[in-house]
């Protein structure tokens, strides 16, 4: 609580998250709080995070004003100010209680869709012409007609079939990107496979309501590092979100450390974690029904010198005539990022396509 107090400058070397943490706040903040939400949110390693990737805004903080907490309060404040300009009334928020600074204004916000996530993706699809199973060899130039400029690129598929367009986005996975132009653009496909992923299972458990003691008051729980775990986090779906189990019974899904690794099965996933979670939350007997994936790679980590490299991706994309990219390895892992991203992807292309009319 003291560190409003305090003056400090980040060091010139980017730092690790936990480098920070410790030095900001101590090794109990760090392995009780930072290193089970950053463990959920990001699947993250709070030592290998790089600040300067994933939390500039706090670096920025503390090199302008010298304390987390005074940086958030007049970041705050300025965002107040800006919102009263455009006429809201003095402080007064739209549910009519008074604005104030929250600790979780800092955390994504947990959101679904009434039929799941899947809504997303199957509602584009509907929107787009998508061709299913159509694997991608590789990407290519395009070849060009009599002498003529660059014509754009050619996309090869696996099954022979070529595909040639003047505009190409790709929006995939970094390591996805980096595999279908390891022959075109060498340095940045080399960029793109640097980027590490994290592997993640995921556990869904059903259980009967008089099955599970504990009242599932709440989103669920995050476990630290330290406690040596399989489970890093468990949502209580059904106390999140209406229609998500059937009267009378509860839906839990957990997020599961190292058990992509060769030596775990989905058997083994699944009873490590129902036996964590029973013991947690005093769950008696085994689950009514439960399902488990398993991704080798599934999100981007944002570790030491990522900022660096997106600058150095970014950079080499500027010489690729008609080439974009979009995805989570780039600005931020949320939906909401990612949309963000694809909008301004989307911005560039079409100013591109007017550009080339004209």
């Known amino acids: 609580m003291g560190e409003v107090f305090g003056h400090s400058h980040p060091p010139e070397n980017e730092e690790t998250l936990a480098e920070f943490v410790e030095r900001k706040f101590g090794v109990e903040v760090l392995e009780n709080l930072v290193d089970p939400i950053v463990s959920t949110v ?18 920025e903080w503390e090199r302008r004003h010298g304390s987390l907490m005074r940086g958030a309060i007049r970041t705050w404040r300025s965002k107040a100010h800006k ?21 979780t204004d800092a955390l994504p916000a ?10 997303l993706p199957e509602r584009v699809a509907q929107e787009l012409r998508i061709r299913h199973g159509a694997a991608v060899g590789c990407v290519d130039d395009a070849p060009s007609d009599q002498g003529a400029a660059k014509a754009g690129w050619r996309v090869r598929l696996r099954d022979g079939e070529n595909i040639v367009t003047r ?12 595999e279908v132009l390891g022959g075109s653009v060498p340095p940045l496909a080399s960029q793109l496979e640097s980027i590490e992923y994290a592997p993640m299972s995921a556990v869904s458990s059903v259980y009967e309501r008089a099955q599970v003691a504990n009242s599932l008051n709440g989103f669920g729980f995050m476990a630290p590092r330290r406690e040596g775990l399989n489970t890093i986090c ?9 229609g998500r189990a059937p009267e009378g019974r509860v839906l839990l899904t957990s ?20 036996y964590e ?18 991704s080798p790679r599934a999100l981007p980590q944002y570790n030491v010198h990522h900022a660096r490299r997106v600058a150095e991706i970014e950079s080499i994309l500027r010489t690729v005539p008609n080439l974009s990219l ?10 909401g990022d990612c949309v963000d991203v694809a909008f301004r992807v989307a911005e560039e292309v079409g100013n591109r396509l007017r550009s080339e009319q004209r």
């Open 83 to 103: 919102r009263n300009a455009n006429g809201s009334s003095s402080g007064v928020g739209r549910n009519g209680r008074r604005d104030s600074l929250r600790l």
């Open 277 to 294: 979670n029973a013991r947690a939350l005093g769950i008696a007997g085994k689950s009514v029904d439960r399902v488990v994936w398993q």
């Open 326 to 335: 979009a995805g989570n390895y780039l600005r931020g892992r949320a939906i």
């Open 110 to 119: 947990l959101g679904s869709f009434r039929k799941g996530m899947a809504v």
């Open 234 to 242: 468990t949502f209580w779906n059904s106390s999140l979100f209406r």
């Open 255 to 274: 997020f599961v450390r190292g058990a992509t690794e060769e030596s775990k099965d989905e058997i083994e996933s699944m009873d490590a974690v129902e």
């Open 167 to 178: 505009n190409l986005v790709l929006a995939t996975p970094a390591y996805a990107a980096a």
């Open 42 to 59: 990001f699947l993250g390693d709070c030592y290998k995070m790089g600040m300067d990737s994933a939390f500039p805004a706090l670096v």
